[in-house]
């Protein structure tokens, strides 16, 4: 009936039986303790390699303080862990479930006043108030998900609305007594395990490693599961996932309020190491920004995006202070020409980098 | 298995859909055909949920489903495919398959038996490839694999075939059959009239957004009001005079 179209069709499938000919690779080739194409045991494996590789991580990150030796060099890696878990915690939402917050400091700023209040006004432990900050970024979480979802916001204008609303709680934290205003909060030193707070770097340097492990594991699980093929099927085709029976709301107000639960945990983590939050500084745009710009620098909705990214951006930085000292707005101006170029030139980020040269590869071997 | 009593939905002024009814039995494959424009893929949609009728009822398998959101009328086993292919861009062909199967299964479960799915549909040797570099034929094919997945009890096929060459319309068409053999209720909406001339059981004809004749293919294809649906105001007569 469409004859031009037919041709193409047929050449087509032509060139595409040949390019899925690389030998041993092609799904015709069958693993031989199961007996099943290739391409299901590859995707059935994917559990356990991210596990070896978040293991491996996790080793010589867990070793490394034995030859980090000076405390620039440990809190070097502390804050950069800290930036992968807000990045892991972004990533959960904007990375596998493609849609974009620009203000997730509403979460941050939620677990870290929470905390800090509880901390303050009640005199409960640290633990508590991590646990009650984290459980605060879930509700926040799952609250502007049903808000924005609900009313089918998608794409610029759901982040539009995510960033208003951490201008909201930023100015509503800097009007209300309780939270300390524009004063801010100050929380008392008290170190130890419970406490989250440590006489050496050493303590907050693992604080941060088994937080950021915890969001990396997290996102490897939303990578491999059944509720995250529901979330990338969401995030690739709406309408197609609603007719295979997926409930597209509730799964985005879950990766919310998952990405909020883990993104809150970072607001905690910042109130103790440095004991000290204001409006501006756990509400403001640039925490909002830090947490996107690890996984699009490092590889939007992969596993190790976030720790890529958080690494790169850091090093950048500490290079780009060295050489042009401390200007004010210096790193938010480079971030923002690193984004430019990130999205222009390596939308895959970091992480996409193998991918794409072998693509090219590939391409030029056809051609 | 569906029944659709007076269904209509309005756009502004226009009728895309006015009072069709019709009943499909279980275990029959059953065509919607009509002139471009004349409310089969609205049909479609508000039987799946995807728009919400004006008026009218929807019964699938003695349960009113009409005004239910599209992913529960999913979940009742009554399963679309898209006129325009929808893949998951950015996901294998197998990725691909294994979201249809996940809705009873574990995610392992899911992606074993989207293989097994892929290989009857016939891109068991395309498993790992990602889904947007298949060509026309095989996207068509993926889309009808995603659905198959869901193992539906009625199946909607909207244009399956289309811009298929006929080589490739005959792969398919018995697949279609084969669906119905394994116990899926079908209704397709299909312009290659070969495929609703050897595969359909009971045919609608649909125009302007209302039925204008039901019976079998070769019935409806000797019905003057489709004919002049098709070729115009008194094609009926003139065919009829030339013979």
């Given at each position: 009936m469409h004859p031009p179209q037919s041709n193409r069709s047929v050449t087509g499938m032509a060139s595409s039986i040949e390019d899925s000919a690389p030998p041993g690779r092609g799904s015709f080739s069958r693993s031989a303790r199961s007996g099943q194409p290739a391409a299901v045991t590859h995707l059935l494996g994917g559990t356990m390699r991210s596990v070896r590789v978040l293991g491996a991580i996790g080793i010589v990150l867990a070793l490394a303080p034995l030859v980090l030796h000076s405390d620039f060099q440990l809190t070097f890696v502390t804050l950069a862990l800290y930036s992968t878990l807000l990045g892991a915690a972004w990533n959960i939402l904007g990375g596998f479930g493609g849609q974009y917050s620009f203000g997730h400091a509403v979460f941050f700023g939620l677990g870290a006043y929470v905390a800090a209040m509880l901390q303050v006004h009640?005199?409960?432990p640290a633990w508590i108030g991590l646990v009650a900050g984290v459980a605060a970024g879930a509700a926040a979480g799952a609250a502007l998900g049903a808000i924005s979802f609900r009313y089918g916001l998608r794409g610029s204008y759901f982040a539009l609305v995510t960033l208003a609303m951490a201008e909201v709680f930023r100015i509503v934290a800097n009007s209300v007594p309780f939270t300390g205003a524009g004063v801010g909060m100050m929380i008392e030193l008290r170190t130890g395990l419970a406490d989250l707070q440590f006489e050496s770097r050493r303590g907050y340097y693992y604080l941060a490693l088994v937080l950021a492990l915890v969001a990396l594991a997290v996102g490897s699980w939303v990578r491999h599961s059944r509720f995250g093929a529901a979330l990338a099927a969401v995030r690739d085709n709406e309408d197609a996932a609603r007719a295979l029976g997926i409930d597209a709301t509730r799964v985005k107000v879950a990766a919310t309020a998952l990405s909020g639960t883990l993104m809150a945990a970072g607001g905690v983590f910042y109130l103790q190491y440095f004991h000290y939050i204001d409006p501006s500084l756990v509400f403001g745009p640039s925490v909002s920004v830090e947490a996107l710009l690890g996984p699009i620098v490092?590889?939007?909705?992969?596993?190790?995006g976030p720790l890529i990214g958080a690494f790169a951006l850091a090093l950048v930085s500490q290079i780009a202070t060295h050489l042009l000292g401390e200007a004010p707005a210096l790193s938010m101006a480079l971030y923002g020409l690193i984004l430019i170029v990130m999205v222009t030139f390596?939308?895959?980020g970091i992480g996409g980098l193998g991918k794409l040269v072998r693509l090219r590869a590939r391409r030029g071997r056809d051609a | 298995m569906l029944e659709l009593t007076r269904l209509s939905k309005r756009f502004g002024g226009l009728a895309a859909v006015d009072s069709v009814s019709l009943v499909l039995e279980e275990g029959r494959i059953g065509a919607l055909i009509g002139p471009n424009g004349a409310g089969k893929t609205t049909c479609f949609a508000l039987i799946s949920g995807f728009i919400r009728p004006d008026e009218g009822r929807v019964v699938f398998a003695g349960r009113d489903i009409t005004g239910w959101p599209a992913h529960q009328v999913s979940r009742e086993g009554l399963v679309r495919t898209f006129q325009i292919v929808q893949p998951f861009t950015g996901q294998s062909v197998l990725e691909n398959i294994a979201v249809g199967a996940q809705r009873k299964r574990s995610r392992a479960a899911a992606i074993a038996f989207a293989a097994e799915v892929a290989a009857r549909v016939g891109l068991g040797d395309q498993l790992d490839k990602p889904a947007e570099s298949l060509p026309i034929a095989g996207r068509k094919r993926l889309e009808l694999a995603r659905a198959l997945a869901a193992e539906p009890r009625l199946l909607l096929l909207d244009e399956?075939?289309?811009?298929?060459n006929p080589a490739e319309v005959a792969e398919v068409l018995p697949l279609i059959e084969s669906i119905r053999a394994a116990g899926t209720t079908v209704l397709m909406i299909e312009h290659v009239m070969q495929a609703v001339m050897s595969l359909a059981d009971d045919v609608w004809v649909l125009a302007h957004g209302s039925l204008i004749a039901t019976g079998t293919p070769e019935s409806v294809t000797r019905d003057p009001a489709v004919i002049e649906a098709y070729l115009g105001h008194g094609a009926a007569a003139r065919l009829a005079g030339a013979t």
């Open positions: 009640a005199g409960v490092g590889g939007l909705g992969t596993v190790l390596l939308p895959r | 399956v075939l289309a811009g298929l």
